[in-house]
């Protein structure tokens, strides 16, 4: 269970507040990822990183900011946030882009 | 497209039946098919996974069935019980370009299971 991190677990932020929620993978993985889970909605992917670069971009607003340092860390900054944008937000990581991912516990975002 | 298509999108059961999700996917190059749970405010978890060299696998009240022929795969949930009660995700390895793949994922099925 501890495979994929991710912190905060929870976070209240003001629409005109800056915050970043991060993620860290120990399983040695390539990939990393970051979704978007609204209440009772599919997932939703917003970016996915292989090898530190950015391979998948889904239309996400730039009020959205990611950021891959290395292979294990996993970023994604918050500014200017709307309340629609309230939201478990869930990263995961996979050897590669096609194979299992592992999620973190998610970071459970309200934006007031 | 490289959809994953996944029904029912809610699936109500009583204590003991069994209970059938099925997915359909558009790439016949596929070869990997994972199924999550996703518990009331938990991450999703893999449960059983198949690869398309196999038609189905079990593990004990869970199985999965792949029809590569017609492009769709099943999780079969048999005496189900109250903690079944959760959100499940198929996923399928699809093509993303050349020969690269990535996992895309269904939209979920909600099962509720009564007691």
């Known amino acids: 269970e501890t495979g994929v991190t991710q912190t905060p677990r929870h976070l209240v932020m003001g629409m005109t507040n800056k915050k970043s929620l991060k993620c860290e993978q120990h399983?040695?993985?390539?990939?990393m990822y970051w979704y978007k889970q609204s209440a009772k909605k599919p997932l939703e992917l917003m970016f996915v990183?292989?090898?530190?670069?950015?391979?998948e971009n889904n239309s996400v607003p730039s009020r959205f900011s990611p950021e891959c340092p290395n292979s294990s860390h996993l970023f994604l900054h918050l500014h200017t946030l709307q309340p629609e944008d309230s939201a478990l937000y869930l990263c995961a990581s996979s050897q590669d882009l096609d194979r299992l991912q592992y999620f973190g516990p998610g970071t459970r975002l309200t934006v007031t | 497209g490289e959809n994953v298509e996944q029904h029912p999108s809610t699936l109500s059961v009583q204590e003991g039946d069994s209970a059938v999700i099925k997915c359909t996917y558009s790439?016949?190059?596929?070869?990997?098919f994972p199924w999550y749970k996703q518990e009331l405010g938990k991450r999703p978890q893999l449960i059983i996974d198949?690869?398309?060299?196999?038609g189905e696998k079990k593990d004990q009240r869970i199985a999965v069935t792949l029809n590569k022929t017609a492009k769709h795969f099943s999780l079969h949930i048999t005496e189900t019980q109250p903690e079944d009660s959760a959100v499940y995700f198929c996923a399928a390895s699809i093509r993303s370009g050349g020969s690269n793949y990535k996992l895309t994922f269904g939209k979920g099925t909600l099962l509720t299971v009564n007691p």
């Open positions: 790439d016949s190059a596929s070869n990997y």
């Open positions: 990183y292989n090898f530190k670069e950015q391979t």
């Open positions: 399983l040695g993985h390539n990939a």
């Open positions: 198949i690869r398309s060299n196999v």
